[in-house]
Structures are given as C-alpha cells and as structure tokens.
C-alpha cells in the first residue's frame, strides 16, 4: 500500500518533538530559538506570522540547510533550537522531520500550527512585502 499523506505526518510526528502553542509562546524572543514558518509565501501575506521567524519555504528547506547547496542559508548554521511551523502542523512536521535528518539536532514542530497559535491569541505581524 502506497503512504498518504496522513501516514507519512504521523509517522513524522512519531520521529520528532511536538509542541503546542503556549509552550511555542515561552520560547518565542529566546537567543538561542528560530522560529521557521515553511508556509508558501501567499499565505503569510494574506495571515501574517509568529513575530521575527523565518520564512522559509517548504519547497526550499532542504536547499537553504545543506551547507553545501549555494541556496544555503547562514541561519541553519546557527546552534540553535529550530521551532518549525505552518498552518496546521502538518508541513512542519515533516519539515522538522527532514531538518533533524539533515543534521539539525534540535528541532521541533507546534502541533495546530499557525491557526493554534493564532486561536490561543497569541501575537502575530504583517510580513512587509
């Protein structure tokens, strides 16, 4: 039988750390915490995001980590806990998923996404254009 996609998240969500909104909250301002939104650009536009994360998008992870992609961001170069997120948890579980695969060693992802934390009130920005 050929994995949908509901299989291949939970299967993710298996693999990797899930946190919810309020715990995604205390971090949020943290040094040593990178907040990446991997959702397709149109929607952080129409939405905004969680204040001062990465846009990242999700068709891009994989080329902006490999040090060796010239896509490379310096960003994943950082040591630093990697808070993924999209807008229902299910790209950024396997986004958290392909980063701890790829060698980044604290990863995690907010369960419910952005709509969670957006429902729980928690502060959100404009992305300028």
């Known amino acids: 039988m050929i994995a949908g996609f509901r299989q291949l998240v939970d299967d993710a969500e298996r693999e990797i750390e899930t946190i919810g909104p309020a715990d995604a909250r205390e971090l949020l301002g943290a ?28 068709g891009m992870l994989e080329f902006w980590i490999d040090p060796d992609s010239p896509y490379a961001k310096d960003v994943f170069a950082r040591d630093a806990r990697f808070v993924f997120y999209c807008n229902l948890g299910w790209r950024s579980a396997l986004a958290a998923q ?23 009130g928690y502060p959100t920005e404009s992305r300028s254009r």
């Open 31 to 58: 040094d040593d915490v990178v907040f990446v939104d991997v959702r397709d650009v149109r929607e952080v536009q129409r939405e905004g995001r969680i204040p001062g994360s990465f846009h990242c998008p999700r």
């Open 98 to 120: 392909t980063a701890a695969g790829m060698g980044l060693a604290r990863v995690c992802h907010i369960g419910g996404g952005f709509t969670a934390w957006s429902e729980a």
